[in-house]
């Protein structure tokens, strides 16, 4: 009975409440998992400019969860996310950047031979943060779902916060590695292909139904 009472005791010193990490996870991999914003630009960037890219933008994206993460750990995110015309802005200026980088791809899905060693190009690191820290979707994970899970009996929110926040990059980031993997993968058997232009335009093509999608889905 004193052993079952004392482990109790540990759980709730525990800085975050362990019967919420399950669902917690479950939440973050199945919205991770849904396609959007940040796994559109990935896969076409991916298949288009191969794995460095794809691997540059991956940190891109994951600095800017980790932006709004910090947002919402000094309560500021909820501050923004509570402003129409802030929000709103944001809101048009993702799905005007996403627009962007679909005329772009569109663009170059011409080209017969893509640069894939570009190792100093940083481009798709400062694309990727970018598109990102202009994806409401983020904003509305850290204001509308981490407050959720956590609870007032543990560890400050400031830090039950930082916890689940890492977590959430830490899953994010391996989705997304492998998103990079497999577009890569892909865009090598079909650059060798005679229809290579045809499907980096289907792929630019997604960039664009996502940014309508995100239009609409945040609205």
């Known amino acids: 009975m004193l052993g079952k009472m004392s482990c109790l005791a540990c759980l709730d010193r525990l800085p975050i409440e362990p019967s919420a990490l399950a669902p917690f996870l479950l ?14 630009y990935l896969a076409a960037l991916s298949a288009s400019q ?4 794809g691997f540059k933008a991956v940190l891109g994206v994951t600095l800017g969860l980790a932006f709004y993460m910090l947002l919402a750990v000094l309560g500021v995110a909820e501050i923004i996310a509570a402003a ?5 802005a944001l809101r048009w200026a993702g799905v005007a950047y996403l627009l962007y980088l679909a005329w772009e791809a569109w663009r170059g899905a011409s080209e017969t031979s893509p640069d894939h060693s570009g190792e100093t ?16 979707k ?13 609870a007032p009996d543990h560890a400050p929110f400031w830090v039950q916060a930082l916890i689940l926040g890492a977590l959430h990059l830490a899953i994010s980031f391996v989705i997304h590695a492998m998103i990079v993997l497999g577009a890569a993968h892909a865009g090598a058997l079909i650059s060798r292909s ?5 499907v980096r335009r289907v792929l630019a093509i997604g960039i664009a139904l996502i940014a309508l999608w995100l239009a609409w889905e945040t609205r």
């Not at 129409?84 to 709103?88: A, E, H, K, L, T």
């Not at 983020?138 to 956590?150: D, E, K, N």
Request: hydrophobic share 55%.
């Open 27 to 40: 939440a973050v991999l199945l919205i991770e998992l849904t396609p959007g914003p940040n796994m559109g």
């Open 194 to 198: 005679q229809s290579a232009a045809s």
């Open 138 to 150: 983020a904003l509305v994970f850290y204001v509308a779902l981490l407050p959720g899970f956590i």
């Open 121 to 136: 190009d940083h481009a798709p690191f400062w694309r990727g943060l970018l598109a990102n820290v202009l994806n409401p």
């Open 84 to 88: 129409p015309f802030v929000y709103g």
């Open 50 to 53: 191969g794995r460095a890219a």
